[in-house]
């Protein structure tokens, strides 16, 4: 099994940046993707970002190219989700995803494991 957490989520500013990590734990040999997705609040699922262990790099939908930075350290596996000039359309439960897959697709059916969510807000 792996396990998934996310960390960093908060209330911030319109214009500021947040920075959101999560961590794999477990059986983390059989993760070769990582990926955020975030949930607004009466609305869908909405694909962010996604990263690949492997040679196949990253993967953005569209509102977060320009805007927001997937990484990873590859000292395990652990991504950061780097997001700047937040506006109120950014508030959202964020969630983090892990799958077998090399590919960094952005569709949820393709990630196994998910955390719990970070709860972002961005509100003056």
């Known amino acids: 099994q792996v396990q998934v957490v996310e960390s960093g989520g908060g209330l911030v500013q319109p214009g500021d940046s947040l920075r959101l990590s999560c961590a794999a734990s477990?059986?983390?040999?059989?993760?070769?993707?990582m990926a955020w997705f975030r949930r607004a609040p009466g609305k869908e699922f909405e694909f962010l970002a996604a990263i690949s262990w492997s040679r196949y790099g990253t993967n953005y939908g569209d509102s977060a190219k320009g805007r927001f930075t997937i990484s990873k350290d590859n000292t395990g596996k652990v991504v950061h989700l780097q997001m700047n000039s937040l506006t109120a359309e950014d508030t959202a439960v964020y969630y983090c995803?892990?799958?077998?897959?090399?590919?960094?697709?952005?569709?949820?059916?393709?990630?196994?494991?998910w955390g719990q969510g970070a709860q972002v807000t961005v509100s003056s």
């Open positions: 995803a892990a799958g077998g897959i090399e590919i960094p697709m952005a569709l949820r059916e393709r990630y196994r494991y």
């Open positions: 477990g059986r983390t040999v059989s993760v070769f993707s």
